[in-house]
């Protein structure tokens, strides 16, 4: 059974600081890995894919790793702000189209 | 592009009643999904369409609940009886299908059952 996993559970941060959120999987035959980002009431939005032959992503100030051998993908953000506050979440297909997602780190960027 | 459209946004209902979702997908998009979200479970997988036809219904808790795709532009989630432990965050998506493309999710619909 496919497993992912996302520690910490929260994160508080000063305005202003780079961070990296992380998520690990049990099973290392995934198709991609996607991270999505969830306001209080709101749907996901998908925030970066990375495919399994790629190692990273970027979008904006945002970047995405992922290496397979060890079952993790980390999501850095840099010069976090206030607006970047939220659950951040990983998912992955393994080995159809059914994601499986991690529980999520709900991330809060101090002013 | 509108996105993916969920109706109600929110429901409240006596338990034993019952309830529909519905869901607009993104147009052109072939994949449909139906999520689950609580506290306690996270986002579950309900089940998944692909060109209109249910792929994978495991995920669906009980007899209670049913779903149909009755074209490329329509789902609906009911639950018929509605119990208290149905309170939850139902989420629909859609997609391309294949798995290297990117899901779409929809708004939510929030269901307290009283």
């Known amino acids: 059974k496919q497993e992912v996993t996302q520690i910490p559970a929260a994160l508080s941060v000063p305005e202003g600081e780079n961070l990296v959120l992380n998520c690990s999987f049990t099973?290392?035959?995934?198709?991609?890995l996607q991270w999505f980002r969830q306001d209080p009431g709101k749907g996901l939005t998908s925030l970066l894919l990375?495919?399994?032959?790629?190692r990273e992503q970027t979008s904006g100030r945002l970047n995405a790793s992922l290496d397979k051998s060890s079952g993790r993908s980390t999501l850095y953000i840099a010069a976090s702000q206030p607006g970047d506050s939220a659950t951040y979440l990983c998912?992955?297909?393994?080995?159809?189209?059914?994601?499986?997602f991690g529980t999520g780190t709900r991330l809060t960027i101090i002013p | 592009d509108a996105g993916v459209i969920q109706s109600p946004r929110h429901e409240v209902t006596e338990m034993g009643q019952e309830v529909t979702l519905r869901c607009k997908p993104i147009?052109?998009?072939?994949?449909l999904f139906w999520y689950r979200q609580t506290m306690m479970r996270g986002l579950e997988l309900l089940i998944y369409?692909?060109?209109?036809?249910?792929?994978?219904d495991s995920g669906m808790p009980e007899d209670r609940f049913s779903a149909k795709m009755p074209n490329a532009s329509f789902s609906t989630l009911k639950i018929q009886p509605s119990e208290p432990r149905d309170s939850a965050v139902y989420f629909c998506?859609?997609?391309?299908?294949?798995?290297?493309?990117?899901?779409?999710f929809g708004e939510g619909s929030w269901l307290t059952v009283v």
């Open positions: 998506a859609s997609s391309l299908t294949g798995t290297g493309n990117t899901i779409y």
């Open positions: 099973d290392s035959a995934i198709y991609n």
């Open positions: 990375i495919q399994s032959s790629q």
């Open positions: 998912a992955s297909p393994f080995g159809n189209e059914k994601l499986t």
């Open positions: 147009s052109g998009h072939n994949s």
């Open positions: 369409f692909n060109n209109n036809v249910p792929i994978d």
